[in-house]
Structure formats: C-alpha cells, structure tokens
C-alpha cells in the first residue's frame, strides 16, 4: 500500500501534467487609445460577438474585510499568475473581476453569463475561450460599470453576484444608497435579501439607520433576518447596540436568537488571537464536549470559562455554547466582553 508521502507526490504530478497538457489561454488586449473602463468594456463585448470571451479587469480594493469578501487578502495572486499578468497586477489591493461573454449562438450578442469573483482558476482553461484583460481601475469607474450591467441582468443569481461585486467596493457613498434602493424597490426576494445583508459591509449611520429601520418595520420576517445578519457583519458602533437591545427580547423570539448568534460571532471575532494550538485544540474539543451536557454545572462552567479563561480564543467559544445552549448568563457577559472590546467604528 503507497504511503502518504508517495500519494501526495503522485498527486502533484498529475497536477503538473495537466497544467503541461491543458493550452494556454490567449489573452487579448483593447487598443491603448480605447480609454475608461466602460469604453474598454465596449470593446470587449464587440470584441467577443463572434465566439466566446472571458472579460476580467482589476479593481484597487483597500480594505481587508471588502477583500476577504472576495476570496482572501491576496485574490489576485493565481489568477494573476494564471493570465501572465505583469507582477504589479497581483497585488493585494486589487480584486479581478470576471465576466463570461458567450458566443452569440448561445445567448444574445453583447450580453454576458457568468460573474465569478477572485477563484476563477478553474474556469477558464476548460472553456478555451480567448481572455480580454480591460486592466486596473480606479473603484468609482469599477461601481459605475458594475451597477450599469446590474440594471440590465434579469438572472437573479447574476445580479446576486453583481450586488456582491458592487458592495465589496468600501465607497460607501455610492455603495449604501445603490444597496438601499435595490433592498427597497427590487422585484426580486432573493436579490432584495441580498442587498440587506450586504451593507454589512459598510459601517456607516446611513447603513444602520435603514437596518434598524427595516427591524421596526412590519416586513416580513426573512428580511429582518437578513438585517439581523448585515448587524451582525457590519462594524459600526450602533450595530452592536442594535443587535443587543434585539437580544434583550425585544421584537419575535427568532429574531431575538438571530441577536444573539451575531452577538456571539462579534464576540469571537473581539478574542480572537490567531490560530491556536494542538493543546488548545484538544482544549476546544474538550468544551465542545462539555457544552453537549445537559446539566446546570455544565452552564456554570462554561460560563465561568467565557468570563475568565486565559484564552481568548476559548473564552470566544464558551461564549458560542452558551448562546447555543439557551442560557440566560450569555447576554450580560457579551454585552461586558463587547464593552472592553476595541470599539467598533463609530461610522462616517
């Protein structure tokens, strides 16, 4: 029987031989002269009325949550070294966008199927179709184009993607309104769903005004949900504030719960110190073990771990199992760990 090592090394090389066999991609570029982000687009669709394009461009993303979002802090990493981009291309403030282009047979000319964000390695040697690379723009142009196309699309699951696309920009002056409009007048559930959770990625008043809002209304109770969520995504200060008057009881029992599992995600995010150890992993397992009993000295327990053990990180997960539980000492020792947390930001 092969080993491990021996198992691992075959695996790599069948890696390799398929990178060797598969051909690479041609890229092509607009005209020097074809200036702006929508005119290079324009191009591309032209481009692509005859066969089948990839259409990727780069957007500069500085922040490291709207990054994260889109697949980790460095996204442009393999797809860069896919396409052979130049180096500068595949740095950790850009985020690549790419759009499939179908051949007119398939779908109407100028009109585009397919949204992937940042993991599109395997997307685009299998459909050996020519990749236009627009180049790297500057957000407001990137917003501007994505909201365009969003208006066009009637696939809900491309203008979930879109809306993805949109919100990871952290312009929040012309992300929250954008996401605001379409949560308020889309005739889409799902698309609508998805505009609310979204500015979670933006801490601003605006933001959390029209959440806090859309939890007093009398709406329906998937949307208050989805608040709930975007609550608990969202860094500004109030949004905190928000989700523990929620976990207090005021409003539906379900929404009250939704409170309190955002409650606790805050709270983990608030002691996490980095990735633990084997011996505090054992220790993991061992409160995971202790939260399944069904007995008052388990609660105890747990909740005098969460206020006092020395590890953040296990302090953060008895805190999980104590939501999970149900048990009354969850809230006032979330609501202290959150209070001498690093303040959240207090929004623009």
């Known amino acids: ?46 481009h692509g009325r005859s066969h089948a394009t990839i259409i990727v461009y780069a957007s500069r993303l500085g922040d490291s949550d709207q990054r994260r ?27 690549f966008f790419l759009f499939h282009n179908p051949a007119p047979e398939s779908s109407r000319p100028g009109a585009f199927t397919k949204l992937d964000l940042a993991h599109a390695d395997s997307r685009i040697t299998p459909l050996k179709a020519p990749i236009c690379f627009l180049g790297t723009f500057p957000q407001a142009e990137s917003v501007s184009l994505l909201t365009g196309l969003f208006k066009s699309v009637s696939e809900p699951d491309l203008a979930r993607k879109l809306l993805l696309a949109v919100a990871v920009h952290p312009l929040h002056d012309m992300v929250v309104p954008f996401l605001i409009a379409t949560a308020q007048q889309d005739k889409r559930e799902s698309v609508r769903r998805k505009a609310v959770f979204w500015l979670g990625l933006h801490p601003t008043d605006r933001a959390v005004r029209f959440l806090e809002k859309l939890l007093e209304s009398g709406g329906n109770d998937d949307a208050k949900k989805q608040a709930v969520a975007s609550l608990g995504l969202n860094r500004h200060a109030r949004a905190t504030a928000v989700l523990l008057d929620r976990a207090e009881g005021r409003g539906p029992e379900d929404i009250r719960e939704k409170a309190l599992f955002w409650l606790s995600t805050k709270v983990r995010q608030a002691l996490k110190t980095g990735a633990g150890s084997w011996k505090n992993r054992k220790k993991s397992d061992a409160l995971t073990a202790l939260a399944q009993m069904p007995t008052e000295s388990a609660g105890a327990k747990l909740a005098a771990l969460a206020r006092s053990n020395g590890d953040a990180n296990l302090r953060g997960e008895a805190v999980f199992w104590l939501v999970q539980r149900n048990d009354p000492r969850a809230l006032p020792i979330m609501r202290e760990i959150l209070a001498n947390a690093t303040q959240p930001d207090r929004g623009e």
Not at 6 to 35: D, Y
Not at 71 to 86: D, F, I, M, Q, V
Request: aromatic share 4%; glycine share 12%.
């Open 1 to 46: 029987m092969p080993s491990k090592r021996t198992g691992s090394t075959l695996l790599g090389m069948a890696f390799i031989l398929a990178a060797t066999l598969l051909p690479a991609a041609r890229i092509v570029t607009p005209p020097e002269k074809v200036n702006g982000l929508s005119a290079r687009w324009q191009w591309a669709l032209d």
């Open 69 to 95: 979002h889109c697949g980790g802090e460095k996204p442009g990493k393999r797809l860069g070294s896919l396409l052979g981009l130049a180096a500068e291309e595949s740095g950790k403030n850009r985020t």
